[in-house]
């Protein structure tokens, strides 16, 4: 298993990485990004290429050059050190996960062009993008099969990382040399490439384990599956994750709190007279009448925090139906029960906190209580991992016996869990590409081995 994301994003990612060093590296003028595929074959694929203009203002991107390593790649089997062939510095990295820079293209060991046609070319840097494997493998390590040296020794099985792209960087003649601080900087990078594309795969993986949960999810499960597109874009995905628990949350607690209440049935009652006054809609408004209806019939499903319910409410049916009672294209006598129901549905809204029904269910303490609806009903408006936490700690209590409670929770701490690890990186490839960026030119970095430089 390598690292999975979508192609634009990893394309996205490379160009970023290749984009931040040319800017910051003066003497740099080209860069190109290769991903190193599954194992055993490891295949070296180059994802993207780019040149800065001479005034260093824009950067031209693409594949233009006859190279072995474009698409469909090169497997590791032609490229690894053999007796025989060339030399390369692509197979110097991925088996050593060590950098290799040429700063003496004439004397080169691993240039392939002066090896076979004896002609030196350019000064370079290639740095390998590493990732630990108790991160990419979650502890399946032990089920990968790595592929062997020419010599026989199984690769990366005394290294805690494996490989996952090569960073090659060009620069101006002269210009680069071994442990220069210019290798130093790109291996900085390099990391930061590593955590942001284990991040993309986290979240990808944060989405699938969310389509496997929607199946689970009585009557949210279509709400769930039409929500994520948008809420991912908008909110992020793990954010939008917990909020969606939180609602299928509300949603048990108000069919609970309800269940012995005359306003049990408000909000479908109040649907059940609004679906009737839609169908009084002249035929030839068909595509309206059908639309509204549907938008009631799904408000049923909907457990949002009243505010946001409101808003949805408004936006999606009280809205149109103002319009059409503007167009004049509802009898005068359905005016006052449509406006009606609407207030009706605003109020079904706040049925799981209000006083009235609160005060009719006393199978909890009262201080539990209301430290459940407040957090219930909260109204974050960004990650609040603290409210995650006592939502937890009030489930796990022996007094709400909601059905799925368990699940519940189980969710929330993995959600949980998965939002601080993805914080964690974005925040530390943030501080990277922050110092560099800024223009520091003083990293506290250790010491860097390799036979071949950085």
Request: net charge negative; glycine share 6%.
């Amino acid at each position: 298993m390598a690292i999975r994301i979508q192609h634009e994003a990893l394309e996205s990612a490379c160009k970023e990485i290749i984009e931040t060093i040319l800017i910051c590296l003066p003497n740099a003028f080209k860069g190109t990004v290769y991903r190193i595929g599954d194992p055993p074959e490891l295949i070296a694929k180059r994802i993207t290429s780019g040149i800065i203009d001479e005034e260093r203002r824009s950067i031209s991107w693409g594949l233009p050059e006859n190279s072995d390593y474009n698409p469909p790649g090169k497997p590791f089997n032609e490229y690894r050190d053999m007796p025989g062939r060339p030399l390369e510095a692509m197979g110097w990295c991925v088996e050593r996960q060590e950098s290799w820079t040429a700063e003496d293209p004439k004397n080169d060991a691993r240039s392939v062009r002066l090896q076979v046609e004896g002609v030196w070319t350019d000064f370079y840097h290639m740095e390998p993008v590493l990732i630990r494997k108790k991160d990419l493998y979650f502890g399946n390590e032990s089920r990968i099969v790595y592929p062997k040296s020419y010599q026989g020794e199984i690769l990366w099985e005394n290294s805690d990382y494996v490989v996952a792209a090569v960073i090659k960087i060009h620069f101006r003649p002269y210009t680069i040399s071994i442990g220069s601080p210019e290798t130093r900087i790109i291996k900085r990078l390099s990391r930061a490439l590593g955590t942001e594309l284990l991040s993309y795969q986290l979240r990808e993986q944060s989405l699938e384990a969310m389509q496997r949960l929607a199946e689970d999810r009585l009557n949210s499960c279509n709400i769930l599956a039409d929500s994520l597109r948008n809420l991912i874009t908008k909110y992020g995905l793990i954010f939008s994750l917990i909020k969606l628990e939180l609602g299928f949350l509300r949603e048990q607690w108000e069919a609970m709190v309800l269940d012995k209440s005359d306003k049990k049935d408000m909000r479908r009652d109040a649907v059940q007279g609004l679906n009737e006054a839609a169908r009084h809609i002249p035929g030839s408004h068909d595509t309206i009448q059908n639309d509204l209806t549907a938008m009631q019939n799904r408000f049923l499903h909907i457990h949002l925090p009243p505010e946001q319910g409101e808003k949805w409410l408004r936006m999606q049916i009280e809205d149109r139906w103002n319009l059409l009672i503007r167009q004049g294209l509802v009898e005068e006598e359905d005016v006052t029960s449509i406006r009606e129901g609407i207030n009706n549905l605003k109020k079904s809204l706040y049925l799981g906190k209000s006083p009235e029904v609160l005060a009719a269910y006393n199978s909890i303490p009262e201080h539990i209580k209301t430290e459940w609806v407040n957090l219930l009903y909260a109204n974050p408006d960004a990650m609040d991992l603290n409210l995650v936490d006592r939502v937890v700690n009030v489930l796990e209590s022996n007094y709400l016996n909601l059905p799925f409670k368990d699940k519940s929770i189980k969710s929330l701490i993995r959600l949980k869990a998965v939002a601080e690890v993805i914080g964690q990186m974005e925040e530390k490839t943030n501080v990277v590409l922050r110092e560099v960026l800024n223009g520091h030119h003083e990293f506290n970095l250790p010491a860097l081995s390799g036979r071949n430089g950085a």
